[in-house]
């Protein structure tokens, strides 16, 4: 197989797909989930499926249900979802260093489909890649998990009174189990472990502090704020002493 | 419920429909100074490790002996990922333990 061949659009398309594909476990019990709140909320299927479609993403979609149902405003609505997904601010401004020469479609298309699970995916590909990011790579793994979300939001609005709930409960879990396994495989991966470890213990212990007394989103964006910010102080300080 | 879900579907989808694009549209072209570039280094483990932060502890089921069943999940499916290196054995590992802890 020639060398063109290998780096070929397609290629990097199909490997995008291949890279989502352990994700996808994850995807479909919170998907699944979600549509089926979306029905025990009073919602038809076609608007269970415009939410995943053009709302993609989870956590909203599960405060959508919740504020619609008990009398808020659209705008009150408009506000609570957008500070639930203000941590997106965080995630595309650090993708935006992969699409220095993408095209204005392409950063479209990248952006409004990038969740937290396939940026974890993609920041993982980018390190182990000198910090390249195909687009055809990043469409694969974006369209993967957003078709499968749509699919696993409606086969839920379908199928939910079939599952028991216990089984529900453990699958929702799978949703952690995906964030540490991109943690994990980050910190494997990375060229500054023991600073990637003071970070990750720093926001840990933040959100655990501000427990009960702020948003648990509000504490997110805190967290990821103040940890990143001592690490690349300890960066930038040890760099500086080996000078 | 909200008498026009329609319009609410579409505020809400424009609203993080801008908050996703606006950063990428913005910031693609410009050189981040150094100062930015190892800041952005430290988002990935910094955010993720919020998120799972975030959700184990909203879990509040305890096993029989006492301790998170959330926590616990997260420790085997931490060290099961940390062993096979495989993204799909941690998000399976972590339905299964979260199963067993349930009813232990």
């Known amino acids: ?243 | 419920m909200i008498t026009h879900v329609g319009w609410a579907i579409f505020v809400v989808s424009a609203v993080t429909a801008a908050i996703r694009a606006l950063p990428i549209l913005f910031l693609a072209q410009r050189n981040f100074p150094i100062l930015v570039r190892n800041w952005l280094v430290f988002i990935p483990p910094a955010i993720l490790s919020a998120i799972i932060a975030s959700e184990v502890i909203q879990r509040d089921q305890t096993t029989s002996f006492g301790l998170s069943v959330g926590i616990l999940a997260t420790a085997v499916s931490l060290i099961v990922c940390a062993v096979t290196k495989s993204l799909f054995a941690a998000v399976a590992v972590s339905i299964i333990a979260y199963f067993i802890f349930q009813n232990l």
Not at chain 1, 37 to 60: E, H, K, N, R
Not at chain 1, 180 to 191: N, T
Not at chain 1, 209 to 224: E, K, R
């Open chain 1, 1 to 243: 197989m020639s060398e063109e061949t290998v780096e070929s659009p397609f290629m990097h398309f199909r490997q995008g797909v291949i890279a989502c594909i352990p994700t996808l476990l994850g995807y479909w019990p919170v998907g699944f989930a979600c549509g089926a709140i979306g029905v025990a909320s009073g919602f038809s299927i076609y608007q269970i499926g415009s939410l995943a479609i053009f709302l993609y993403t989870g956590a909203a979609q599960f405060l959508f249900y919740s504020m619609a149902t008990t009398g808020s405003s659209i705008l009150q609505i408009a506000i609570a979802v957008a500070f639930i997904n203000l941590r997106y601010l965080l995630i595309n401004t650090y993708m935006a260093q992969f699409f220095r020469h993408a095209n204005l479609f392409e950063k479209l298309v990248g952006s409004l489909i990038m969740t937290d699970e396939t940026f974890g995916v993609a920041s993982q590909y980018a390190r182990r890649h000198n910090d390249r990011l195909p687009f055809a790579w990043l469409l694969g793994l974006n369209l993967t998990a957003w078709l499968n979300w749509i699919m696993s939001s409606i086969a839920g609005a379908l199928l939910a009174s079939a599952l028991p709930n216990w089984l529900k409960d453990s699958l929702s879990f799978s949703l952690v189990g995906m964030f540490v396994g991109l943690l994990v495989l980050a910190f494997q991966d990375s060229r500054t472990r023991i600073l990637d470890l003071i970070v990750i213990i720093i926001a840990i212990a933040i959100v655990i502090l501000s427990q009960g007394h702020i948003s648990n989103n509000i504490t997110v964006i805190g967290a990821t704020l103040i940890a990143a910010t001592i690490g690349m102080t300890l960066l930038m300080t040890t760099a500086r002493g080996k000078r």
